[in-house]
């Protein structure tokens, strides 16, 4: 069971500081079935993902870059993956085996 410390962590490390979006228990289960740094690299992949949506925008000489927060996203995701992997976590998304079949004739 995930305890308090390793769920403020989690909170830490995604800039989630309260219960708005991820409540304590639905982080305690990231926690439970991925670790604090396999938890940290969903949470920031389901950002990635509302984040996706967001177009740069240039108006009134001002300019936004909202895509950069996707990209930013995805690159916190793919630190805390590599985290996880080293801590011995299971997540694994960063690489995939290709298996082809071979065709003897």
Same mark, same amino acid.
Do not use: C
């Given at each position: 069971?995930?305890?308090?410390?390793?769920?403020?962590?989690?909170?830490?490390?995604?800039?989630?500081?309260?219960? *708005? $979006?991820?409540?304590?228990?639905?982080?305690?289960?990231?926690?439970? &079935?991925n670790g604090v740094n !396999? =938890?940290?690299?969903i949470i920031?992949?389901?950002?990635?993902?509302?984040?996706?949506?967001?177009?740069?925008?240039?108006?009134?000489?001002?300019?936004?870059?909202?895509?950069?927060?996707? *990209? $930013?996203?995805?690159?916190?995701?793919?630190?805390?993956?590599?985290? &996880?992997?080293?801590?011995? !976590? =299971?997540?694994?998304?960063?690489?995939?085996?290709?298996?082809?079949?071979?065709?003897?004739?």
């Amino acid at each position: 069971m995930a305890t308090q410390p390793e769920i403020d962590e989690v909170r830490a490390n995604t800039d989630e500081p309260t219960d *708005k $979006n991820w409540s304590d228990p639905g982080l305690g289960e990231l926690v439970d &079935s991925n670790g604090v740094n !396999g =938890a940290s690299s969903i949470i920031w992949r389901r950002k990635a993902a509302s984040y996706a949506k967001l177009v740069d925008t240039s108006e009134a000489g001002a300019s936004h870059a909202f895509s950069d927060l996707h *990209k $930013n996203a995805l690159e916190m995701a793919d630190r805390f993956e590599l985290l &996880s992997i080293s801590d011995g !976590g =299971a997540l694994g998304t960063t690489g995939r085996a290709k298996v082809h079949v071979i065709d003897r004739e």
